[in-house]
């Protein structure tokens, strides 16, 4: 018979019992009462230790081997598995694309987070069933599950959310859920969130440059209108709101074009790393001056555009991945509107 554990079940608390056989078990392993590769006793013998019914040490058993905690061998029974998680808070860690600033957000929060936990970073492209496997594949492996939800339809037009993921998110404990960038008040219970108002946020930080824009004749909104991952519309809306409400002419393109008809006292609003690119590299061809002749301003900060002098709008990345990280840390539940700011350099 294996060794009696150092099970400890307090009748009276709200924590389920099986989590309760979960946490005594990890902290043999952590203070060395179990130690790797030692046999575990079996459901039974634990059931008749702990006075416990027999479902309740199996759901408990189920999520040590779905934390890798314990693995089963066939014909022999548990045992402590090697493992480094053991003190450590578990994160799961979705994004949609490998994009830079996704990739700071990520490396913020792993910053943030030190030496308390471990992360698995998983990218779903932002693919609706590739986004539903991955949940469904790792439900209850993780102590908290930190998502950013962004889509595409059959069209490539973004989508925040659908029924089906929806209906997936459900199934996360809403005490160990995170989501980023996008926030969606009609799935239940409270949860964590930090995001990003799309169309507020540009009309805001346009708003704070007006004084500059002003002397331009048209605002030029380079928004990718079918991309592989796409962007939320909502910018769109905020663009039009922003020059409507403030008299300014303006146009939409999918692109930047080459051999664009660029014309003085025009400002150029991108997007994507490529139109930004392309768009300096035509200004530069055509000796035109940003900041005197075009105006331009790009989305989402990098240190490549503080160091051009590329004026831009931003969220904060940092801030995103951190807020997140003290979240899981504190285990709060609270809905932030992350930081954006409007940073003025000489390229308007």
């Known amino acids: 018979m294996s060794n009696l554990l150092n099970i400890k079940i307090n009748e009276n608390s709200r ?3 099986y989590k309760q056989i979960v ?4 902290q043999d392993i952590s203070n060395g ?7 575990v006793p079996s459901i039974n013998e634990l059931s008749e230790q702990c006075y416990l019914s027999r479902d309740t040490v199996e759901k408990a058993y189920k999520q040590l081997k779905a934390q890798k905690i314990i693995i089963s061998v066939k014909g022999k029974g548990y045992y402590a598995a090697k493992t480094d998680l053991i003190s450590k808070v578990n994160v799961f860690f979705l994004i949609n694309k ?3 600033y996704k990739m700071m957000i990520y490396n913020h929060f792993v910053n943030a987070l030190g030496i308390n936990g471990h992360v698995n970073l998983s990218i779903y492209h932002c693919e609706e069933s590739l986004f539903i496997k991955a949940i469904e594949k790792n439900l209850g492996a993780y102590d908290y599950y930190v998502i950013m939800p962004h889509f595409k339809d059959e069209h490539l037009n973004h989508v925040s959310f659908t029924s089906k993921v929806i209906d997936t998110l459900e199934k996360i404990p809403k005490d160990k859920l995170v989501i980023l960038d996008n926030v969606k008040p009609h799935i239940k219970g409270n ?3 930090i995001y990003q108002d799309f169309s507020k946020d540009i009309y805001n930080a346009l708003g704070e440059g007006i004084e500059k824009l002003q002397k331009y004749d048209q605002l030029i909104l380079v928004y990718p209108s079918k991309s592989v991952f796409p962007y ?9 709101q922003f020059c409507v409400e403030n008299g300014f002419d303006f146009e939409i393109l999918d692109e930047i074009y080459e051999d664009m008809e660029l014309q003085s006292r025009d400002v150029y609003i991108t997007i994507r790393e490529t139109d930004l690119v392309n768009l300096v590299r035509q200004i530069r061809k055509k000796q035109l001056v940003m900041g005197k002749d075009i105006g331009v301003i790009s989305y989402n900060e990098t240190p490549l555009k503080e160091l051009l002098g590329i004026t831009v709008i931003s ?11 003290y979240m899981v840390l504190k285990n709060k ?4 509107k992350n930081v954006f700011k409007y940073i003025e350099r000489n390229s308007v």
């Open 33 to 39: 009462n179990l130690k790797v590769g030692e046999k």
């Open 333 to 336: 539940k609270e809905k932030v």
């Open 98 to 100: 490998p994009s830079t």
């Open 315 to 325: 969220t904060d990345f940092k801030a995103m991945g951190e807020t997140a990280a």
């Open 232 to 240: 939320p519309r909502r910018i769109l809306k905020g663009f039009r």
């Open 23 to 26: 946490d005594s078990i990890v």
């Open 15 to 17: 924590v389920p019992k």
């Open 191 to 193: 949860y964590g969130s």
